[in-house]
C-alpha cells in the first residue's frame, strides 16, 4: 500500500492564499494542511480544510516570528510533509527553514504582481528554497534559474 503525498500550503491570508488556493487541480489529490492567519476571507475559504493559524502580522514582529518559529517547528515534525509550498509572505520564512533542516523540499512561488524586484520574503527563503517559481517570464531576471509556471490567478 502507497502512502498518501502530503503537502504543506503556507501563506499569508488575502492574495497569496488566493495563489496557493488557484493551484487546486495540483494539490486536490494530495493530503494537506494549510498554515495561514485567522481572517474572515481565509476561515471562510479553507472552512472544510486542515488549517492552522499562524501568528500575524509578520513583518518586523520578532514575537510573531518567535512563535511562528514554533509554530513551525510543531506542525512540520508531525506529520511530516512530503513538500512545503508557499507563495509568502512573511509567514513562509520559518516553515522554509524548520523544513530545510529536515531535508523536506520546498517550492516558492514568487507572486505575480512583483515583476521588477524580488520581494523580501523570497529573499530571506532563497537558502531555503528547492524550487523557485515565477509567474512572468520577466521575474526570471531576479531568479534566473527559476521555473516560468504561468499567472495563478
Known sequence: MT???RVLLVGSSGGHLAQLWSLRPWWESWQRTWVTFDTPDAVSLLEDEDAIWAHHPTTRNVLNLMR???LAWRVIRQPRPDVVVSTGA???LPFFVFARLMRIPTAYIEVYDRIDSATLTARLCRPFISLMCVQWEEQ???YPAAEVIGPLL
Open 3 to 5: 502512502a498518501e503525498r
Open 68 to 70: 511562528n518559529s514554533a
Open 90 to 92: 512573511g509567514v513562509a
Open 140 to 142: 526570471r531576471r531576479q
